[in-house]
Every structure is written in structure tokens, then in C-alpha cells.
């Protein structure tokens, strides 16, 4: 049985307001109360032990109408992580996003939570894309998605 005596603080390094590398983790799509859809990422900032949560991009509202500032931001991102795809789909940017690297300002916001400054979204330099720490996996089975030279071949989906 646990104890509260066994409980420990929780520990991590206090970041300061700069730029830094990101790895996308995971991509989930969901609804939010005002019925907008959006995709909210996670994202691990090399380097350090804190992980970025709840990084959202709004793309529809409730009537399924784009929303220009989500938009704009995945736009961003996708072009940071040399992304070309035709459909935004949460299964096709789950498989091909996770592990891909990109550079962002990431700031403490007012509530204390990390979070990516829209303006600030960018490729990684070529001296930094050589420090991979994962390479995205461009193998392809069937009904998988795979990535080449930056576009993406979207067959049996």
C-alpha cells in the first residue's frame, strides 16, 4: 500500500522564455465546449526533462468552418517539420508526425504552463537536423502512411 510518507514533490527544472527544440510526442483530435475542433499536441523540449501538454490548434468551428489563427498555426508547424499533405486528418498526422523535430519559442504563460508562441514556429537549422535524436520511421505497411522527401504518399487509408 502507498503511503503518504512515499509521496514525493514533484521535481523539474524551472525553463526560461526561449527558443528551443521540440519532438512532436502525440496528436490527439477532439471537440472542445464551444464546438470547435481541434488537435492538441504534446511535445517532448530536448535537452530537458519537461514535456510540453496541451499544445492546440483550433481548425473548425462549430459549423465546420476553418479558423484562420488554428490553422495558420498547424500551417506553421507542418512546414517546420517539412510536412506537405494535401488532407489534415488526425490519422494521417498521427502517423507522421511523432518524432518529427522543429524549433519554437516556448514561454511560461499566466497560468505557469509552458506553451509555443504562434509567431515563433520554425525548421530546425541544417547543423541542428543533423543531431536527430529520432528519425521519423519511413518504413510503410499497408494501410500506413509513408514519408518522402518531405510530402507524404497517402495510399489505403
Excluded: W
Aim: proline share 3%; with cysteine; net charge negative.
Amino acid at each position: 500500500m502507498l503511503k503518504y510518507s512515499d509521496l514525493k514533490d514533484q521535481q523539474y527544472e524551472k525553463l526560461d522564455d526561449e527558443i528551443r527544440i521540440l519532438v512532436v510526442n502525440d496528436i490527439i483530435q477532439d471537440t472542445n465546449t464551444a464546438g470547435e475542433t481541434r488537435f492538441v499536441m504534446t511535445h517532448q523540449i530536448e535537452g530537458t526533462n519537461r514535456q510540453l501538454n496541451f499544445d492546440t490548434y483550433k481548425i473548425l468551428d462549430k459549423d465546420g468552418n476553418p479558423l484562420s489563427f488554428g490553422t495558420a498555426k498547424l500551417k506553421k508547424l507542418l512546414d517546420a517539420c517539412n510536412v506537405e499533405i494535401e488532407e489534415i486528418d488526425v490519422k494521417i498526422l498521427k502517423a507522421i508526425l511523432p518524432k518529427r523535430r522543429f524549433k519554437a519559442m516556448v514561454v511560461t504563460n499566466d497560468n505557469g504552463y509552458l506553451q509555443i508562441r504562434y509567431s515563433d514556429i520554425y525548421a530546425l537549422d541544417p547543423e541542428e537536423a543533423l543531431h536527430k535524436a529520432d528519425a521519423p520511421d519511413t518504413t510503410k505497411e499497408p494501410g500506413e502512411v509513408k514519408v518522402k522527401q518531405g510530402k507524404v504518399d497517402v495510399e489505403d487509408l
